[in-house]
């Protein structure tokens, strides 16, 4: 079965210092991988997603992640938090045919002065 | 843009009464929908698929009965919540596969006293 794992509850980051949200997954083909961001009491909004090829992916708000298939990790970065980076992130995967997402279990960043 | 509004965004209902949440597909055609239930401070559980056309199909330990789901046109899904119970305070999110991702309604937070 299909499953997500977000080992960080909470992270908190100093604005303008760098991010690292670490996401590993289990699936058994080919995964479908998303970063999701979301503020509290709204929906979701994509950052960014990996079908295939390069396995560097760029996303919106100078988000990155990088597939690395032999860790199973969808890990996200940014270089420089910025204030309004402060919400809950979740990793997701899917697969072909665009069935059903496994969410993780989220990670909130707190950006601090 | 192609997008999915969710209304109403906000519900307010008494034990034992039922509330419907609407999902419309504006732009695009939505033969998919998934239902998701997001409790505070924790991640997306998939209730249900619904297709449009046939009877959806519900995750384990999601009771069809309670949760009605319809998804008559290729354009709106609908989840009723039945008998309400305080238990069903949560936050209800719908999401259709579109391109190559998926796009995902604003939410609706339903609070049963």
């Known amino acids: 079965a299909q499953s997500v794992t977000q080992p960080d509850i909470h992270i908190t980051v100093s604005e303008g210092a760098s991010l690292e949200l670490r996401c590993n997954y289990s699936?058994?083909?080919?995964?479908?991988l998303f970063w999701y961001v979301q503020s509290p009491g709204q929906g979701l909004q994509l950052l960014l997603k990996y079908f295939s090829g390069d396995t560097l992916v760029q996303g919106i708000k100078g988000f990155e992640a990088e597939f690395k298939r032999s860790q199973s990790s969808f890990n996200l970065r940014k270089p420089s938090v910025h204030w309004s980076d402060a919400a809950e992130y979740f990793c997701a995967v899917g697969g072909t045919g665009f069935q059903k997402l496994v969410f993780g279990t989220g990670t909130r960043l707190l950006v601090s002065p | 843009g192609a997008v999915v509004s969710q209304h109403p965004s906000r519900v307010i209902c008494k034990s034992g009464t039922s509330v419907k949440i609407e999902c419309r597909s504006l732009?695009?055609?939505?033969?998919?929908m998934f239902w998701y239930r997001q409790f505070p401070k924790q991640s997306l559980m998939l209730m249900a698929t619904s297709n449009e056309g046939s009877k959806a199909t519900y995750e384990q330990g999601v009771e069809k009965d309670k949760f009605l789901i319809n998804h008559a046109s290729l354009t709106l899904s609908t989840l009723t919540v039945t008998s309400a119970h305080p238990e069903d305070s949560s936050f209800y999110i719908c999401?259709?596969?579109?391109?190559?991702?998926?796009?995902f309604g604003s939410g609706t937070r339903l609070t049963v006293v």
């Open positions: 999401s259709a596969p579109l391109g190559e991702g998926y796009t």
């Open positions: 699936y058994g083909a080919t995964p479908y």
């Open positions: 732009d695009f055609q939505a033969t998919t």
